[in-house]
T-cell receptor, first 116, second 111 residues
Framework: AQTVTQSQPEMSVQEAETVTLSCTYDTSENNYYLFWYKQPPSRQMILVIRQEAYKQQNATENRFSVNFQKAAKSFSLKISDSQLGDTAMYFC?????????????FGAGTILRVKS | KAGVTQTPRYLIKTRGQQVTLSCSPISGHRSVSWYQQTPGQGLQFLFEYFSETQRNKGNFPGRFSGRQFSNSRSEMNVSTLELGDSALYLCASARVGTEAFFGQGTRLTVV
């Protein structure tokens, strides 16, 4: 079974600064996806970024980028130029690549507070 | 393009009752998954449907069931409600093997 661990329950950052959220996972699979989702107070789960395990290049989406270390089973999220709207719970998630199915395994989440 | 729609948004039920939650996926998405979110257990996978067939199932009792219709809309049913079933229930839709998009959730309170 796969597990996802987020070791930082809460973090805070000043507006415009950079913050990194950590995530490690455990799997024996070789073909999978990793995601970061954001859940603001509205409770809507929003996809931030995705990474396919077979791709060595780290994914980037505007101010969001990941550091994917497959051998170390590490998948951290870096948020640059933090904005007040980035305040949310961030979840790291794993998904095994299957013919059918989109089963996500989530970490416990990290609450990020951006301060002005 | 419309997102994932869950109805109702809020529900209050009494212990022992049953409840049905509905999820309409994004057009063209044939995979629908359900998750339970609680403060104590976090986000837990309930089950997933693709082409009207349950493809994956989480570790929940048989009181939790679901189905998917030919238009990919899905329903989740919980029978004999318990206080511990109080949670945010999230539905997600996806094309197979790609990222999932979530609805706004149904907040269920069991009293």
């Amino acid at each position: 079974a796969q597990t996802v661990t987020q070791s930082q329950p809460e973090m805070s950052v000043q507006e415009a600064e950079t913050v990194t959220l950590s995530c490690t996972y455990d799997t024996s699979e070789n073909n999978y996806y990793l995601f970061w989702y954001k859940q603001p107070p509205s409770r809507q789960m929003i996809l931030v970024i995705r990474q396919e395990a077979y791709k060595q290049q780290n994914a980037t989406e505007n101010r969001f980028s990941v550091n994917f270390q497959k051998a170390a089973k590490s998948f951290s999220l870096k948020i640059s130029d933090s904005q007040l709207g980035d305040t949310a719970m961030y979840f790291c998630a794993f998904m095994k690549r299957m013919e059918y199915g989109n089963k996500l395994v989530f970490g416990a989440g990290t609450i990020l507070r951006v301060k002005s | 393009k419309a997102g994932v729609t869950q109805t109702p948004r809020y529900l209050i039920k009494t212990r022992g009752q049953q409840v049905t939650l509905s999820c309409s996926p994004i057009s063209g998405h044939r995979s629908v998954s359900w998750y339970q979110q609680t403060p104590g257990q976090g986000l837990q996978f309930l089950f997933e449907y693709f082409s009207e067939t349950q493809r994956n199932k989480g570790n929940f009792p048989g009181r939790f069931s679901g189905r998917q219709f030919s238009n990919s809309r899905s329903e989740m049913n919980v029978s004999t409600l318990e206080l511990g079933d109080s949670a945010l229930y999230l539905c997600a839709s996806a094309r197979v093997g790609t990222e999932a998009f979530f609805g706004q959730g149904t907040r269920l309170t069991v009293v």
